[in-house]
């Protein structure tokens, strides 16, 4: 096949079949469609991006079969077609209108070698409506020429029978938009550097006008309804948001989320058409602006794991509301008792709770994983009673003794329990032997009875391997099938001293007297706390050795201090309140001085000299 006797250039982002309507033209055909037919092939095989038919033309025009495709429209899907190498979904390429430049055409036009006016692959995209070149608003024209068909570029031009002056007036001038200037040198094969860069250049272009027409209109607005000046608008604005990226975006969509009044719903209606476009189209390409606003959607709304999101499945929960954690608790609680147990762990505060419901109000859901994970398989009180079987007064007694722990942070007046500690408190206590009829042997309640104990110091004694005779009752389970021998844990527990001074020991440690030390303690200088004494095992309070070392760290006894210097604890006394050194003022039935550490002068050497204190002396010598 030889090349034609007519040629003319390819002209800058021409498509192929306006190429063929021009060298139809020169070849003395006036329409392309004869001129293909001719050829061997059609002029809707070119429109399409056919092969075949490109390589024909390409040696019938002289020109290279690469540089005619830079300007191909081809089909690459369902819908889906590849413009000047760009994606683009064919129902938002215009082909059938008539758009153009009006300068460039007049240009081409009064050039005698161009074969008339040369179609741009710009103007078949909807959202580009100002030529980049001449800064002219691109024409459109509605008449359409049945025999002659859309691609016939340069024909349909003719049959305007409009000179080149004539055209030049069709033209008003207008500055491209910052959309418009990107979409056209996308097309011309620049790289501009931008993350829009590596999505489908049709997302780009429509995904621009929708975020804008939400921005600019509200989320009612139809893209249908809208002229071309406010989708030019439109455009504008949703190029400068998609060129902020993630940032532009949440911006936009945390407004729309702030007037949809319902902080918690995710509903179409609060984003309208921007979510039934991203909902509705399905092209491979928009998926980089799905995943933003799917992004957005589950940071910000409680959607849990295979919820569905704008048609993918939620796979991890970002975020939840007080109903969703309630819900994956799965204890049982109701909204109120939701929100005390986030209260007491520190995730809502007072003021954020409007009339105690925290309606709105979300948390970060990995944040709350490891309180989710606590109270994963935790059981009430009631139920914790039941599975280790012991009565309410014993239960209570183990939890005030640390034996058994509620888990950290349950709802005040409702603590709950780990299962898998329970049944370790079960193993700890688990009789070694069995025994239907044990005489003389009683269940721990009766122990403590008997042996004026308490049941954590018991199930201590149990635990710690103390005893000898450990039986379970075949007739009972758990806590209640415990039987033992109270003479051998009365005994046992003889041995055991509280870590405490009595008060009338105390008293004579510190040099006060009984008075004295009853207003240390009523003041918060000392800490009395219940315990049993070692031999009568009756219940009788004492000061921790704890509280001891701290009231020791912040005050010297007058005695002390005298013990420390040789000398008389009045004469000593006298002698600091003569130096004015600070004291615990008490009332006059108290007697003995406590003094300031801080203020006496070798206070620190005397407290060095004493520790360690041997408590256990002193206070059960």
């Avoid at 021409?14 to 063929?20: G, R, V």
């Avoid at 790289?191 to 939400?214: P, S």
């Avoid at 209570?396 to 640390?402: E, R």
Wanted: aromatic share 8%; hydrophobic share 40%.
């Amino acid at each position: 096949m030889q090349v034609l006797p007519i040629l003319i250039p390819l002209m800058p982002g021409e498509t192929p079949a306006s190429f063929a309507s021009r060298l139809a033209w020169a070849n003395g055909l006036s329409f392309a469609s004869e001129f293909c037919t001719d050829q061997g092939f059609t002029l809707q095989a070119i429109a399409d991006g056919d092969e075949r038919a490109l390589s024909i033309l390409a040696r019938l025009g002289g020109v290279e079969l690469a540089q005619l495709m830079r300007g191909v429209v081809c089909k690459v899907s369902t819908g889906q077609y590849r413009l000047a190498g760009q994606l683009i979904e064919k129902r938002w390429i215009t082909r059938r209108r008539l758009r153009f430049c009006p300068e460039c055409v007049a240009d081409d036009v009064t050039t005698d070698t161009a074969g008339g006016a040369a179609q741009r692959c710009a103007w078949h995209v909807p959202s580009i409506r100002t030529c980049h070149h001449h800064q002219v608003r691109l024409y459109e024209d509605d008449s359409y020429s049945h025999s002659r068909g859309p691609h016939d570029f340069a024909g349909r031009i003719r049959d305007l029978n409009l000179g080149a002056d004539q055209v030049r007036e069709l033209g008003a001038w207008q500055v491209p938009t910052g959309l418009e200037d990107y979409l056209t040198r996308r097309l011309a094969g620049d790289k501009q550097g931008t993350w829009l860069d590596n999505i489908g250049f049709g997302a780009v272009a429509l995904g621009a006008e929708i975020f804008g027409v939400v921005d600019l209109f509200g989320v009612d607005a139809k893209l249908k309804h809208l002229s071309d000046n406010e989708k030019r608008r439109a455009g504008a604005r949703g190029f400068e948001l998609l060129s902020e990226g993630e940032e532009g975006l949440f911006r936009l969509l945390m407004r729309l989320h702030r007037e949809a009044g319902s902080c918690i719903s995710l509903s179409r209606r609060n984003y309208g058409c921007l979510f039934n476009w991203l909902e509705q189209s399905h092209a491979e390409q928009y998926e980089p602006l799905r995943d933003m606003v799917r992004k957005f959607f589950t940071e910000t709304y409680p959607t849990g794991e295979g919820d569905l999101v704008l048609g993918k499945t939620c796979t991890t929960r970002r975020v939840h509301s007080v109903e969703t954690l309630r819900r994956d608790l799965g204890l049982g609680l109701g909204r109120r008792q939701t929100i005390e147990l986030l209260g007491a762990n520190g995730f809502l505060r007072p003021d954020t709770q409007t009339g105690n419901s925290a309606k709105g109000v979300v948390l970060d859901a990995k944040a709350l994983a490891p309180l989710v994970k606590s109270f994963a398989g935790a059981i009430c009180q009631v139920a914790a009673q039941k599975k280790i079987n012991a009565p309410r007064a014993q239960f209570g007694a183990l939890v005030a003794g640390g034996i058994i722990r509620p888990i950290a942070g349950s709802p005040v007046g409702r603590p709950y329990y780990d299962d898998k500690q329970l049944d370790k408190f079960l193993a700890s206590v688990v009789p070694r032997t069995t025994a239907t009829k044990a005489d003389g042997l009683v269940g721990i309640q009766s122990v403590c009875r008997k042996a004026v104990a308490g049941a954590v110091d018991v199930v201590r004694l149990i635990q710690n391997d103390e005893l000898k005779t450990v039986v379970r009752d075949v007739q009972k389970d758990g806590y209640l099938s415990v039987l033992l021998d109270p003479v051998e844990v009365a005994d046992a527990l003889r041995l055991i001293k509280p870590e405490g001074y009595l008060r009338s020991t105390l008293a004579g440690f510190l040099g006060v007297n009984a008075s004295a030390l009853d207003h240390l303690v009523d003041k918060g200088h000392l800490k009395l706390v219940r315990t049993r004494h070692p031999v009568s095992r009756k219940s009788v309070q004492v000061v921790p050795y704890s509280s001891v070392d701290r009231f020791l760290e912040r005050f010297v006894p007058g005695k002390h201090y005298a013990e420390f210097l040789g000398g008389s604890t009045r004469k000593v006394g006298d002698q600091l309140i003569k130096e004015r050194v600070p004291f615990i003022q008490m009332p006059e039935e108290c007697g003995g001085r406590i003094f300031r550490r801080s203020e006496v002068l070798f206070g620190m050497e005397e407290l060095a000299n004493r520790l360690p204190l041997s408590h256990d002396e002193i206070a059960w010598p």
